[in-house]
């Protein structure tokens, strides 16, 4: 019995009492047997509950004067998820000091917990027992894998949901994969995510999105160049098969030329978007005078348009209040609503927007310049698993014109859900 329990697997469900599923118990014989382990799981897979707390008990328990090291990308993570989990134990440890951050043993064996971006800070930790565990490791820096193995720990565990296919975390599991025992865990494998809520994520965001592959089904966001917001298949099964019309509010959306580029009013009246007019104007102030004209002609009021107010946008949509037409503004560039997905608000809105294409839910016009400007944008993905789009920079270097139309027409597509994003 005392070498049950003297094993990771033992020590969580014979001294803490948990109950483990099948992936959890692999994980922590694999965390006892091999000095390096990295897992990457689904959300809300309960890996920090069920792997990180008791590793972190049970390295304190089963080697005196053993030092333990937790560090993720935030310090938030730290404090108020990993702590806690081992703090809910506490009652089952007598003479143990319990606080925020730091947890002492009475056999000396300390376990320490803090984030940060700072290499230096990383360096000096050393014990001949040192576990160091990295949770949200897509989100910590290369800089501090580099000082953690300095460190030489006796085992190193790696756990985070998958973001994109880059960085140490990701090359634990690609070019590092001979230095370390993977584990990948995916929602189907956790029995207390519901296949509702499961259903419910496929449905929002699509089976095949960056986004359900990573937090689903455990993969990494994928950033080659197939990966396009709006896949050309789609596109076309949309417009082959639209929907019937739906009469419904009228909204529109403002995309202001910078240079060469266009200026482009589209209009949403129901399920139906149609782009009113896209021209280029070196005289802002002309295309000014033009807007008014378009808003005027198509019977629009200033509370049912929305516009880019990013960079020229922001001297324009002053002129536009000045002239008496209080548009509502958007940042593109602004923080996005669900920021643990979309690294900004334009990412949010062509990827809403992607989605109600893929949805058949909205009849587009016949357009295509608009068609080739939906389907050549790429995708890419920052290190903490944020969805990104491809910049204008990076479209003109690869020789491809600033996707006004259809910044315009996904705009005017989801200007509901921009209107919860506006800036004013």
Not at 34 to 41: F, L, N, P, T, Y
Not at 345 to 355: D, F, M, S
Request: charged share 20%.
């Amino acid at each position: 019995m005392y070498k049950l329990l003297s094993t990771p697997v033992g020590f969580a469900a014979g001294v803490l009492g948990l109950s483990l599923h099948e992936w959890q118990e692999k994980i922590l014989w694999d965390a006892d047997k091999h000095g390096a382990i990295a897992v990457k799981a689904g959300n809300g897979s309960g890996k920090t509950t069920s792997i990180a707390a008791p590793l972190a008990l049970w390295h304190a328990v089963a080697f005196k004067d053993s030092l333990t090291i937790i560090t993720a990308g935030v310090y938030r993570q730290v404090k108020e998820q990993l702590f806690p989990a081992i703090r809910s134990h506490a009652r089952k440890f007598t003479g143990w000091t319990f606080n925020d951050t730091d947890i002492t043993a009475p056999n000396g064996s300390r376990i320490i917990g803090f984030s940060t971006d700072e290499a230096g800070r990383f360096e000096g930790w050393h014990n001949k027992n040192l576990l160091v565990i990295v949770d949200e490791a897509k989100s910590v820096p290369d800089s501090i894998f580099e000082a953690i193995e300095r460190c030489q720990p006796t085992r190193l565990i790696l756990m985070s949901s998958p973001g994109g296919c880059c960085g140490f975390f990701y090359d634990a599991f690609h070019s590092r994969r001979k230095f370390f025992r993977q584990h990948t865990v995916t929602s189907f494998q956790c029995p207390h995510i519901s296949k509702a809520w499961i259903d419910e994520q496929i449905e929002k965001y699509g089976e095949h999105s960056p986004l359900v592959r990573s937090m689903i089904f455990a993969e990494f966001m994928a950033t080659n160049e197939g990966s396009t917001a709006i896949p050309l298949t789609l596109l076309e099964r949309c417009v082959a098969n639209p929907p019937a019309f739906k009469p419904g509010a009228v909204r529109a959306f403002c995309d202001f030329a910078a240079g060469g580029d266009e200026n482009v009013l589209a209009i949403l009246k129901g399920n139906r978007v149609e782009i009113a007019a896209a021209w280029r104007e070196k005289d802002t102030m002309s295309a000014v005078g033009q807007f008014i004209r378009l808003f005027q002609q198509h019977g629009l009021s200033a509370e049912n348009i929305a516009c880019d107010a990013g960079g020229l946008g922001i001297p324009i949509c002053d002129r536009l209040e000045e002239l008496g037409w209080n548009v509502r503004r958007v940042k593109n560039g602004a923080a996005a609503r669900e920021p643990e997905i979309y690294g900004n608000v334009a990412a949010e809105i062509w990827l809403k927007g992607a989605r109600m294409i893929e949805q058949g839910q909205i009849i587009l016009p016949d357009d295509q310049e608009l068609f080739s400007q939906l389907t050549t944008r790429l995708l890419r993905t920052s290190s903490r698993g944020q969805i990104l789009l491809e910049s204008k920079d990076q479209l003109r270097a690869r020789g491809l014109p600033s996707p006004d139309r259809a910044d315009a027409v996904l705009g005017c597509l989801y200007q509901p859900y921009i209107e919860r994003l506006l800036i004013a």
